[in-house]
């Protein structure tokens, strides 16, 4: 099992910036960040990978960075030049390999509203 607590989100204006932060319980080989808005699916933002291999939403692409800290323990989403399109609930995932399969564990979101 493990647990994940998201940090950072809230209210900015249209190009401004913001940072959430995951710490989780453990280290795990995939992190990354997702986001659901009112009405949609889930949909993958940011995944970053034990040796910090990184993949992208197209739509993310160039204004949004994830990282991880030295023990891999903790995960960052670094948002830039924000649009009123990013706001959603962003929800922090892991993924474990156990026995024969992957198994997922997500934290409880944080909202993030870009409005002027």
Known sequence: QVQLVESGGGLVQPGGSLRLSCAASGSSPVM??????????REL???IT????????DSVKGRFTISRDGAGNTV??????????DTAVYHCNARR?????????????TQVTVSS
């Not at 034990?50 to 939403?57: C, E, G, I, K």
């Not at 960052?76 to 399109?85: F, G, H, W």
């Open 50 to 57: 034990s040796s910090r291999n990184t993949n992208y939403a």
């Open 76 to 85: 960052y989403l670094q948002m830039n030049d924000l649009k009123p399109e």
């Open 45 to 47: 933002v940011a995944t």
């Open 97 to 109: 390999w156990i026995v024969s399969r992957w198994y997922d564990y997500w934290g409880q979101g």
């Open 32 to 41: 990354g960040w997702y986001r659901q808005a009112p009405g949609k699916q």
